[in-house]
Nanobody, 123 residues
């Protein structure tokens, strides 16, 4: 069993930056692909960014490419989401998720989820 806890959310002005963290307990994350999703009020959960178990491969949705980057520190059992050039459309609850093998964009293919952290971007 893997427990994930996100942190680092908050209120930021448009154009600003935030770094989210997701720390795991229960098992090492070193063999899991990790991803960040977000869910705005009234919308479906959306894939944001993923990173392979080795950290050698990352990917992001078109809406965040060039602005958001996922990284990981397997020694600390933690993954990160660095977000820059934030805009109000990025306002959502952000979740980290874990699954064996490869990154997938479908949230239903993930086995473990954190409780989420709110990110609010003011204009």
């Amino acid at each position: 069993q893997v427990q994930l806890v996100e942190s680092g959310g908050g209120l930021v002005q448009a154009g600003g930056s935030l770094r989210l963290s997701c720390t795991a307990s229960g098992r090492t994350l070193s063999t899991y692909a990790m991803a960040w999703f977000r869910q705005a009020t009234g919308k479906d959960r959306e894939f944001v960014c993923g990173i392979s178990w080795s950290g050698g491969s990352t990917g992001g949705s078109d809406s965040v490419k060039g602005r958001f980057t996922a990284s990981r520190d397997n020694a600390k059992n933690t993954v990160f989401l660095q977000m820059s050039s934030l805009n109000p459309e990025d306002t959502a609850v952000y979740y980290c998720a874990a699954r064996r093998s490869y990154v997938r964009v479908n949230p239903f293919e993930y086995d473990y989820w954190g409780q989420g952290t709110q990110v609010t971007v003011s204009s």
